[in-house]
């Protein structure tokens, strides 16, 4: 096992990963931006380095002082949480170069599973359903013969990144040679790549994925779904485990499905198989995300599995065979960002002058913030996450009720909260009738006029 851990994140993760490199007895680094001084990670861990400014280009993006930090510390080996370096192969490559485990899969896993066209040659090779689509298109008049040959509406998406940027729906091809350009341009600023490819556009999808860990000797371990349909602007809001639409048969084929990927690859790791499942229970594998997702604290309250600590020893060359995990229960977690839900989720950091946080039988809160905390201008809004456990669907959402009207974040900052407090009220929500644009077609616009 690892002596020291450098953790090249910030926030609730980097919280997150602390706690369980103490309870290991793994000693952790933290590092910090000037921006990230007076954060929570920085006091909990046992170093703590500053590596650069505020900007993330200057800090957590910044390879050179993060390897830096590595050595002077010591650390031999180095979690990069999600987002940020997680799924950055060169970094990857670097760290094994200076003889420091990197935390995640090789970087040539990476690379493959992040070029989404490549990683559907995978999927098609494993026998693995995939959305009708093309691979890599290269210029705008490509793209529209493939649109055509495909039939409207599809779906234009960056070939390398994700979050929604460079992704455009085209209903019809009246706007598609605007709406290519555009994609490709964003693709370009957001990924330095212009690159890509066209899906056939399923219609009122839900979006489910498979939590697995992988050791990277042939043994493969997979942790139930999650539902992860509520969605505004193609980022998640609000994760369930299991799903309210899976039934066991669905869930042991998309489970099998995630494993012939990873055994396909060889995969070491924490990774997370994501499925778009139409309203007949066909599903289509859409992409492999090669990090702990945000969203794995739901996968945890119905296995009882820590899958940071699983991820860890899978890195550190321990076998893991858990076969197919059973699930216990219902679990729900309330994404809370800094954020008015009322004028288009626009963030709204500032300064937490009272913190009251909920507590109870079935409740966690992964968080970073605590009074006098001042959140900062410069990241990702996420401030929060909110974790309920029931026996049922129906007692996760009573406690969730219970749990977020204790929850208190007084300040110059808004939250979430609210917005949560509603969507639990809502009846579509609560029959569990959802996919990928309910919210933003119908919840929302119901809530906000409530």
């Known amino acids: ?28 680094v933290a590092v910090y931006s000037t921006a990230d001084r007076d954060s929570l990670h920085v006091y909990l861990a046992d170093e703590a380095i500053c590596i650069g400014g505020p900007q993330p280009q200057e800090s957590y993006l910044n390879i050179p002082a993060i390897i830096s930090a590595a050595e002077v510390t010591g650390a031999d080996a180095i979690h990069p949480g999600y987002g940020f370096l997680s799924e950055n192969p060169g970094f990857a490559e670097i760290c094994n170069a200076c003889g420091i485990k990197f935390i995640g899969p090789i970087p040539q896993t990476m690379l493959l599973m992040g070029d989404k066209a490549k990683a559907r040659e995978v999927a098609k090779k494993a026998g693995v359903p995939v959305v009708p689509g093309s691979g890599i298109v290269k210029n705008v008049q490509e793209a529209l013969k493939v649109a055509e040959r495909i ?14 940027r460079g992704m455009r729906l085209i209903e019809d091809p009246d706007r598609a040679e605007s709406l290519i350009v555009t994609a490709m341009a964003e693709a370009e600023a957001a990924f330095g790549g212009g690159e890509v490819y066209i899906e056939k556009f399923i219609r009122n999808p839900r979006h489910i994925e498979i939590q697995l860990i992988a050791d990277g000797k042939g043994n493969v371990s997979t942790f139930g779904e999650r539902e992860c349909s509520l969605q505004r602007r193609h980022q998640k809001v609000l994760e369930e485990a299991p799903s309210p639409f899976v039934d066991e048969e669905l869930r042991n084929r998309l489970s099998e499905a995630a494993v012939r990927i990873a055994e396909a690859i060889n995969y ?19 992409e492999m995300n090669t990090r702990i997702q945000v969203e794995h604290p739901v996968t945890e309250a119905v296995t009882g599995k820590d899958l940071i600590a699983l991820q860890i020893a899978a890195a550190a060359g321990e076998v893991i065979d858990l076969g197919q995990c059973s699930l216990q229960g219902h679990a729900v977690e309330f994404r809370i960002n800094c954020e008015d839900y009322r004028k288009d989720f626009r963030p709204v950091p500032g300064r937490v002058e009272k913190l009251l946080l909920p507590g109870g039988f079935g409740v966690r809160v992964d968080t970073h913030i605590y009074e006098g905390y001042t959140v900062p201008v410069y990241y990702d809004s996420l401030i ?17 009720k219970r749990v977020l009207s204790e929850f208190v974040i007084e300040g110059t900052l808004k939250t979430t909260v609210p917005f949560h407090l509603k969507l639990l009220e809502n009846e579509q929500f609560q029959r569990g009738e959802i996919d990928t644009r309910a919210l933003e077609t119908k919840i929302l616009p119901s809530i906000i006029n409530s």
């Open 1 to 28: 096992m690892f002596k020291k851990v450098l953790i090249a994140n910030r926030g609730e993760i980097a919280v997150r990963i602390i706690r369980t490199c103490k309870e290991l007895g793994i000693k952790t």
């Open 151 to 164: 039939g409207y509406p599809v779906l234009v998406k960056a070939a390398h990144g994700g979050g929604g």
């Open 268 to 286: 070491e790791g924490a990774g997370t198989v994501e499925f778009l499942v139409d309203e007949e229970k066909n599903f289509y594998f859409i």
């Open 384 to 400: 929060a996450k909110l974790i309920v456990w029931g026996e049922t669907r129906e007692e996760a959402i009573r406690r969730g």
